[in-house]
């Protein structure tokens, strides 16, 4: 089976559109309301009801839009319904990983930040350029405040950890409120955001491979009133990596700035700026002598393929963009979130492949990437929170548009090859010839509704979306271009039961779908695939327990994938089916201030059920059958050891095979973590605010093959270390 490697293709809105839409939801309701117009401030405990002939509407009181964290467990979700509901009555898999939590595991990257997260399988190689993140076996879709972080070949945005407020993780199709996307689900990253109460941080940082990082977090109010808020996150780092020969650097800033005139209309300047010099290295490594015996020995995983002189990674990443939400009454609620960003990469790169039948000799490839990538992405909402007879309803309509344009340049070629037993990495490298040049335009528009309802202690869920995608390609080479068009539907239904003792069992069902780029034997553009989840499961917040216990059964499948056409070998048809099946649990507890616990267990079976080139009934490559992990923390406050905290985590992840070919099975492995912070102002009361942690990832220092291609392997990430001094005032 040919696994989907095409762009995906994306989307397009302008804020006058949706200015349109909520006028024309607004102004009938502004209309028909009474003509005393009450403030969030101001309003009564039982808001006065608003008549749209011919059904009663009345406004009702709901939870705020908080992130509700306490510790490790948050309470609701920004992105689940994209209305901040209950993660209770949510009928989907989402888990959210807080600041506090990111703080205590001092996630370095985004993956380090997703290694006890439930249900996700994660790429924990020495490449810190790209993060390969997939759940229930495909691949998420990365977000970052709602919108969709658009994307290139190499030109792939980059998040900091340093610089997000929490992560969120939602499982399964989400297509019917974002679009395009993987049936896998989605990740959206929250960024840090200007705050009433002020925030002033500064961190050093060293570490494993000669790691230095200053990193500072800065905000409050601007003026005495609190109409303006700010906050400035930034970071600068290098390292050396676990690969010889490589360097890592990165500088990031992120300035926001919140005006806030009155306490129902809110506009955030969110910006980052974040530049790589250089950006690591894509070690891939043959199967002879690291998973297969070489009789020259095993290769350390420290050891180098590529060429000094040659190699380069450079990125540098622009965005700027808004979110904006004004409350017009007890029940209209408009929102629009826009953001811009743009790309450049300069890559080159000499990779290992296989080696020769002398068992030294190791082929490689030379490769060139010159990328410009733009994107606009904006998301208009409009929300009605009211109420008909017993029925209350938080109704939610959107207007979304993704717009790229994205420029590459690519060289490729095989070049010299490289002695592993005596290594020459200063070869005069040619540069590669020509591989491709074009130039490609990328629109989604989208357009959506989404209505939960609440009646006793039932909450259902439906939701619909209309998808209109679209794309054209300039190829210079072939001095040819191409069009292609798609459209789909895709919806969601759910239904949860909330007891009192707070045990909410669910059952959903949701649709996703991805453009398919290119054609058939007889020129037809394909299909965009399609996903469709069946999944039943049961929450459990217990009353007057900070935790939150989740178990799921699901059944997914992707349809329309692209397989080898029969008739002709060297064109695809859509005949292609997968499958995952499967049980994810997850229990994430703050029984205190001072002790947290997060743990998680997930059985998957992952199958290809059709397929025409022999791989029926084979595993898609890199999906582990079973994984499991448990991570805690505690602070201790009694005589000497007051202010310390100690932390430590174990993952376990099954084996897998390498590809879908299923030929070479890569060894499970298990990895343990550990953590040590001290308060330095509990022993010394000038120094209050102070901590040192001290962070330890592959306690071991297990060795570990972290994935597979057809043509190599990457080893996993060996023991690493960090020391953070941290000052807070």
């Known amino acids: 089976?040919?696994?989907?490697?095409?762009?995906?293709?994306?989307?397009?809105?302008?804020?006058?559109?949706?200015?349109?839409?909520?006028?024309?939801?607004?102004?009938?309701?502004?209309?028909?309301?009474?003509?005393?117009?009450?403030?969030?401030?101001?309003?009564?405990?039982?808001?006065?009801?608003?008549?749209?002939?011919?059904?009663?509407?009345?406004?009702?009181?709901?939870?705020?839009?908080?992130?509700?964290?306490?510790?490790?467990?948050?309470?609701?979700?920004?992105?689940?319904?994209?209305?901040g509901a209950s993660l209770l009555e949510t009928p989907q898999t989402v888990t959210v990983i807080t600041r506090n939590e990111l703080d205590a595991q001092q996630a370095e990257t985004v993956r380090a930040a997703l290694r006890y997260a439930p249900g996700v399988h994660i790429s924990d190689n020495p490449d810190n350029r790209l993060d390969?993140?997939?759940?229930?076996?495909?691949?998420?879709?990365?977000?970052?405040?709602?919108?969709?972080?658009?994307?290139?070949?190499?030109?792939?945005?980059?998040?900091?950890?340093?610089?997000?407020?929490?992560?969120?993780?939602?499982?399964?199709?989400?297509?019917?409120?974002?679009?395009?996307?993987?049936?896998?689900?989605?990740?959206?990253?929250?960024?840090?955001?200007?705050?009433?109460?002020?925030?002033?941080?500064i961190q050093l940082q060293t570490g494993s491979y000669g790691r230095a990082q200053a990193a500072f977090d800065l905000g409050g109010p601007v003026d005495k009133?609190?109409?303006?808020?700010?906050?400035?996150?930034?970071?600068?780092?290098?390292?050396g990596a676990q690969i010889d020969h490589t360097k890592e650097q990165r500088l990031n800033i992120a300035p926001s700035l919140t005006w806030q005139p009155d306490a129902n209309t809110s506009l955030t300047i969110l910006s980052s700026y974040l530049h790589d010099p250089k950006g690591g290295f894509w070690n891939l490594m043959p199967y002879d002598g690291t998973v297969l015996p070489n009789p020259f020995g095993k290769i350390s995983r420290s050891f180098y393929t590529g060429d000094i002189d040659f190699e380069k990674f450079r990125r540098t990443q622009t965005m700027i963009g808004y979110q904006f939400e004004h409350r017009f009454n007890n029940i209209f609620t408009v929102?629009?979130?826009?953001?811009?960003?743009?790309?450049?990469?300069?890559?080159?790169?000499?990779?290992?492949?296989?080696?020769?039948?002398?068992?030294?000799?190791?082929?490689?490839?030379?490769?060139?990437?010159?990328?410009?990538?733009?994107?606009?992405?904006?998301?208009?909402?409009?929300?009605?929170?009211?109420?008909?007879?017993?029925?209350?309803?938080?109704l939610l309509t959107g207007l979304d548009y993704q717009h790229v344009r994205w420029d590459n340049f690519t060289r490729w070629s095989t070049t010299s090859s490289l002695d592993i037993l005596e290594p020459d990495y200063h070869q005069n490298i040619p540069l590669p010839a020509v591989f491709q040049s074009a130039k490609e335009t990328i629109r989604q528009l989208g357009l959506y509704g989404q209505d939960q309802i609440r009646w006793d202690h039932w909450s259902l869920l439906l939701a619909g979306r209309e998808d209109w995608a679209s794309s054209d390609v300039?190829?210079?080479?072939?001095?040819?271009?191409?069009?292609?068009?798609?459209?789909?539907?895709?919806?969601?239904?759910?239904?949860?039961?909330?007891?009192d003792n707070g045990l909410a069992p669910y059952i959903s069902y949701a649709t996703s779908f991805q453009p398919t780029i290119g054609t058939n034997s007889t020129g037809d553009a394909f299909k965009p695939t399609k996903g469709q989840q069946e999944e039943i499961g049961i929450k459990f917040r217990p009353n007057g327990f900070n935790s939150l216990f989740t178990a799921s059964l699901f059944n997914l499948t992707q349809k329309n994938v692209l397989t080898t056409d029969p008739q002709n070998v060297n064109f695809s048809v859509q005949t292609g089916k997968v499958r995952s099946r499967g049980v994810d649990l997850s229990a994430v507890t703050s029984l205190s201030n001072d002790l947290s616990i997060r743990t998680s267990y997930t059985y998957l079976r992952n199958k290809i059920v059709r397929d025409?080139?022999?791989?029926?009934?084979?595993?898609?490559?890199?999906?582990?059958?079973?994984?499991?992990?448990?991570?805690?923390?505690?602070?201790?406050?009694?005589?000497?050891?007051?202010?310390?905290?100690?932390?430590?985590?174990?993952?376990?992840?099954?084996?897998?095979?390498?590809?879908?070919?299923?030929?070479?099975?890569?060894?499970?492995?298990?990895?343990?973590?550990?953590?040590?912070?001290?308060?330095?102002?509990?022993?010394?009361?000038?120094?209050?605010?102070?901590?040192?942690?001290?962070?330890?990832?592959?306690?071991?220092?297990?060795?570990?093959?972290?994935?597979?291609?057809?043509?190599?392997?990457?080893?996993?990430?060996?023991?690493?270390?960090?020391?953070?001094?941290?000052?807070?005032?």
């Open 335 to 394: 929102r629009q979130n826009l953001r811009y960003n743009h790309m450049d990469i300069d890559y080159a790169a000499v990779q290992g492949l296989a080696m020769e039948s002398d068992n030294r000799t190791l082929d490689r490839q030379s490769y060139t990437a010159n990328e410009r990538l733009n994107t606009v992405s904006v998301d208009n909402q409009l929300e009605a929170i009211f109420s008909t007879g017993a029925l209350d309803h938080t």
């Open 225 to 239: 009133e609190g109409h303006f808020l700010y906050r400035v996150t930034g970071l600068a780092r290098t390292s």
């Open 612 to 729: 025409n080139s022999g791989l029926e009934g084979n595993t898609l490559g890199g999906v582990p059958r079973n994984s499991a992990s448990i991570w805690a923390d505690y602070t201790l406050h009694d005589g000497w050891a007051d202010g310390l905290g100690l932390g430590g985590g174990a993952r376990y992840v099954g084996s897998t095979y390498a590809t879908e070919a299923n030929t070479i099975r890569l060894s499970s492995y298990t990895l343990f973590d550990a953590a040590v912070r001290y308060d330095l102002g509990t022993a010394i009361p000038s120094l209050d605010g102070t901590q040192l942690a001290f962070n330890i990832y592959n306690l071991t220092d297990k060795e570990y093959i972290a994935d597979g291609s057809f043509t190599g392997i990457s080893y996993g990430m060996g023991r690493t270390f960090y020391a953070t001094l941290s000052y807070k005032w």
């Open 474 to 499: 300039d190829n210079r080479i072939a001095n040819a271009s191409a069009s292609q068009s798609d459209r789909a539907f895709t919806g969601r239904a759910g239904l949860t039961y909330l007891f």
């Open 132 to 201: 390969s993140i997939s759940a229930r076996g495909f691949t998420l879709d990365q977000y970052l405040d709602g919108l969709k972080l658009l994307s290139g070949t190499w030109s792939v945005p980059k998040v900091e950890p340093y610089m997000l407020e929490s992560v969120e993780i939602l499982q399964g199709p989400s297509s019917v409120l974002y679009g395009q996307a993987s049936p896998g689900g989605v990740l959206n990253f929250v960024s840090k955001k200007p705050t009433s109460e002020p925030i002033h941080e």
């Open 1 to 83: 089976m040919t696994r989907q490697t095409g762009r995906e293709l994306l989307l397009n809105n302008t804020a006058v559109a949706m200015l349109v839409v909520s006028t024309i939801f607004a102004a009938p309701a502004a209309a028909r309301a009474d003509d005393t117009q009450q403030t969030k401030a101001d309003a009564p405990a039982n808001p006065a009801a608003a008549t749209l002939s011919p059904i009663s509407v009345t406004a009702t009181d709901t939870e705020t839009r908080d992130d509700g964290v306490n510790g490790f467990v948050a309470t609701r979700s920004t992105s689940a319904t994209k209305t």
